[in-house]
C-alpha cells in the first residue's frame, strides 16, 4: 500500500478550472492520479505535461509494411502468370503502385488502430473506482491521491479550486 | 452558432435513441419488403443465369455497374465531411458528420453487392482474391478490375474503422446514462472507454492520422473506380480526365444524398439546433462548387472529343446528346450542373423545401450520368453494325430497388439504435466557439 491510499475526485464545470487545478495540485505533494474529461483539452493536457501519442509509429509502420506488401503481391502474382496482357509487360510496375498504395493506406489504418488498442489499453472493463460518469458528459474530473488523514484538507483545496464533489462518499475509495 | 450546454447536446442525441413508435417499425419494414424483393431477384438471377438481366453485348455493363459507381460515389461525400473537412477544420461538419460517415460505410456496403451480383455465378467470387485458383492462376493486378478490388475492400474497412473509433467516446457517454440490457451493449461497444487524458492522448492523433489517410484514399479510390472505363479502349471513356471528373461527380452526388438524409432527419429528430440552417446552407454551397465542377467536366469531354479531330470520338459525344440516350444526357446536363446553381440565391439554399427538392434532383441526376457514361459509349462503339440498345429488365428494376431499400433500411436502423450526431464533436465545437455553460 503507498502513502496515498485514496483517491478523491473533483469536478470541474469547464476545462480551464480543471488545469488550474491540476497546476495547483503540483504544487502540493498530493499527486494527480488522473484527469477525465469528455473532449481533449490541450489546456488539461498542457497542465498534466502529456506528451505527443506515440501510436503515429505504428501508423508508419504500418504504410511502409502494406507498400511492400502490395507491391510483392502484384509482382508475384504477375510472376505466376507469365502473360502479356493488354501489351503490358508482365512485371508492370507503374500499374502495379496502385495495389501498393492501397496496401499503404490499409496497413497504416490496421496499425494506427492496434496502436490505439495498444496505448489506450483497450478494452478495458475493469471498474475504475475513481471514474465519475459526469465526466463523459459535461464534467472534468481531476482525480487526486492522498494519505486518509489529509482527505478533509485536500477537499477543502479541491472546493477552493471550483472543483465539486457529488456524492463524496463514493469518491472516497480504496485505490 | 447558437449556444448549447454539454448537457443539453447529450439529451438531444440520446432523445434519438428512445424506443422508435409504430410508423418508424412500419417504415423499416416495408424498407425491409424492398430489400427482400431484390434479394428475390438476385435470387431468381442466380436461379436461371445472368441473362435475367438485360445486360449483353454490346452493353454488357448494365444497371449494375451503374449502381455500383452511384453507391460508391454517394459514400464519398462521407468521407469528406468526416475526413477532408475535418483537416479543413470546417466547424460546419461537426454536426452532420456522424450521419455522413454512416451514410459512406452502408453506401459502400451497398455499391460492393454489386460486383458479386454481376458476376452471375457468384460462387466463383473468390477469382477476385489475391488466392490461386484450381488452375494454380492468380489473380492479374495489372487489371483495372482488380485494382477496384483492392481500393474498395480497403475503402470499406477504413471506412469501418474510422466510423468506429469515432463512436467509441459517444458509446461510453450512453454507456453511463443507461441501464439494463442497453447498458451492457454499450459498455461492450465502448471497450471501456473513461475519458482519461491518457486516452483522448493517444485517441485525437489516432483519429488526426486516420483522416489524413482516408483523404488521399477517397481520393484514389474513385480514381480507380474512373480507370476501369479509362483504360478500357472504348469511344468516350478512354480520356484522362476521368479521375477528377469521377471525385466531383462523386462528392456532388454524396452531399446531395447528405441533404436528403439530414433534412427529415433534424426534423423528426427535432436537432434543428445541432444541424442548424448554416450547416444544410454550407452543403449547399459546397453543392455549387462541385456542380461548377461536373459542368466543367461535361464540357471539356466534348472540348476533347472535338480537339482530338478523331471521328469516332466526335460522334459518340453528338450521339450522347442528340441521339437515343439525349433525354439521359439532358436530364444528367439539367440536374447535376444547372439546377444546383439555383444555390446561389440565398432565399433558395436557405429554404428546406427547395434544399430537398434540389437535392433529389441531383441524385437523379447522378444517376443518370452513370447511365450515359456507361451505356452511351458501348452502345455506340467503333463498328457501327456492332451499335446496340439497353433497356434494364424488371430484375434488374428489383435489384436496384432492393439497393435502395438496402440502404435506407440500414440508415434507419442506425438512427435509432447508435448515436446519429457526434456529441463529443458537438462539445467540442461549443468549446471552440466559448460557447458552452
Redesign the interface.
Known amino acids: 500500500m503507498t502513502d496515498h491510499d485514496i483517491h478523491i475526485t473533483a469536478l470541474f464545470a469547464d476545462d480551464t478550472r480543471a488545469a488550474d487545478a491540476v497546476t495547483a495540485l503540483r504544487q502540493t505533494e498530493w499527486p494527480v492520479a488522473d484527469v477525465h474529461g469528455p473532449i481533449p483539452s490541450q489546456a488539461i493536457s498542457d497542465a498534466l505535461g502529456i506528451k505527443t501519442s506515440g501510436v503515429g509509429w505504428f501508423t508508419l509502420a504500418g504504410g511502409v509494411f502494406g507498400f511492400f506488401l502490395g507491391y510483392f503481391l502484384a509482382v508475384f502474382t504477375s510472376a505466376r502468370w507469365g502473360l502479356i496482357v493488354s501489351g503490358k509487360p508482365v512485371l508492370s510496375y507503374i500499374p502495379f503502385f496502385i495495389v501498393g498504395f492501397e496496401f499503404t493506406i490499409l496497413f497504416s489504418v490496421l496499425a494506427n488502430v492496434l496502436g490505439l488498442i495498444l496505448l489506450m489499453r483497450l478494452p478495458a472493463h475493469r471498474d475504475l473506482p475513481c471514474y465519475r460518469p459526469e465526466c463523459s458528459a459535461d464534467r472534468f474530473g481531476v482525480v487526486v491521491g492522498c494519505r486518509r488523514d489529509e482527505v478533509p484538507e485536500v477537499r477543502r483545496f479541491l472546493t477552493e479550486l471550483g472543483g465539486e464533489m457529488p456524492g463524496q462518499a463514493d469518491t472516497q475509495r480504496d485505490s | 452558432m447558437e449556444k448549447l ?3 443539453e447536446i ?1 439529451n438531444t442525441v440520446n432523445a434519438t435513441l428512445e424506443p422508435p413508435g409504430r410508423m418508424y417499425w412500419t417504415v423499416v419494414a416495408l424498407l425491409f419488403c424492398g430489400v427482400l424483393v431484390g434479394a428475390a431477384c438476385w435470387g431468381w438471377q442466380i436461379l436461371v443465369g445472368i441473362g435475367a438481366g438485360g445486360q449483353n453485348s454490346p452493353v454488357n455493363w448494365g444497371t449494375y455497374l451503374i449502381n455500383f459507381v452511384f453507391w460508391v460515389g454517394i459514400a464519398h461525400s462521407g468521407t469528406l465531411i468526416s475526413a477532408i473537412l475535418y483537416l479543413l477544420r470546417a466547424g460546419w461538419r461537426n454536426p452532420i458528420a456522424r450521419a455522413a460517415e454512416t451514410m459512406t460505410v452502408f453506401a459502400v456496403c451497398t455499391a460492393g453487392l454489386f460486383p458479386f451480383i454481376h458476376l452471375g455465378r457468384v460462387w466463383m467470387v473468390y477469382y477476385m482474391l ?1 488466392v ?1 485458383n484450381q488452375r ?8 483495372p478490375l ?2 477496384d478490388v ?2 474498395i ?2 475503402y470499406f ?2 471506412s469501418v ?2 466510423w468506429y ?1 469515432g463512436m467509441l ?1 459517444d458509446f ?2 450512453i ?3 443507461a441501464a439494463g440490457v442497453r447498458k451492457k451493449i454499450f ?2 461497444l465502448s ?16 483519429y488526426l ?2 483522416a489524413a ?1 482516408a483523404t ?2 477517397v481520393i ?1 479510390v474513385h480514381s ?1 473506380v474512373s480507370w476501369d472505363f479509362a483504360l478500357g479502349v472504348a469511344p468516350g471513356w478512354h480520356t484522362t480526365i476521368f479521375a477528377p471528373y469521377f471525385v466531383a461527380g462523386a462528392i456532388h452526388s454524396g452531399l446531395a444524398m447528405v441533404l436528403t438524409l439530414m433534412i427529415p432527419m433534424r426534423r423528426i429528430f427535432n436537432a434543428q439546433r445541432i444541424i442548424t440552417m448554416h450547416v444544410l446552407e454550407s452543403v449547399a454551397k459546397t453543392i455549387v462548387f462541385t456542380g461548377l465542377i461536373v459542368g466543367f467536366a461535361y464540357g471539356t469531354e466534348y472540348f476533347i472529343a472535338w480537339y482530338s479531330r478523331n471521328s469516332v470520338e466526335m460522334e459518340v459525344f453528338a450521339l450522347r446528346s442528340t441521339g437515343d440516350f439525349a433525354l439521359q444526357y439532358w436530364i444528367m446536363v439539367v440536374c447535376n450542373s444547372l439546377v444546383p446553381l439555383l444555390f446561389f440565391i440565398r432565399r433558395i439554399r436557405t429554404s428546406i423545401i427547395w434544399l430537398f427538392a434540389i437535392s433529389i434532383l441531383v441524385n437523379i441526376g447522378m444517376w443518370f450520368e452513370r447511365f450515359v457514361i456507361i451505356i452511351s459509349s458501348v452502345a455506340r462503339d467503333f463498328l457501327p453494325h456492332a451499335w446496340g440498345d439497353y433497356a434494364p429488365t424488371g430484375i434488374e428494376y428489383g435489384i436496384m430497388l432492393g439497393s435502395f431499400c438496402l440502404f435506407f433500411f440500414l440508415f434507419f436502423l442506425f438512427v435509432k439504435h447508435l448515436p446519429s450526431i457526434s456529441m ?1 464533436e458537438m ?2 465545437l461549443q ?1 471552440q466557439a466559448g460557447t458552452h ?1
Open positions: 450546454s454539454f448537457a447529450d489475391p490461386p494454380t492462376l492468380w489473380p492479374n493486378f495489372q487489371s482488380m485494382f483492392v481500393a475492400s480497403t474497412i477504413v474503422l474510422f473509433t467516446p461510453a457517454v454507456r453511463d446514462r459498455t461492450v471497450l471501456g472507454w473513461t475519458a482519461r487524458y491518457e486516452q483522448w492522448r493517444h485517441y485525437s492523433r489516432g492520422l486516420f489517410l488521399p484514399l484514389s480507380v463529443t462539445k467540442e468549446h455553460d
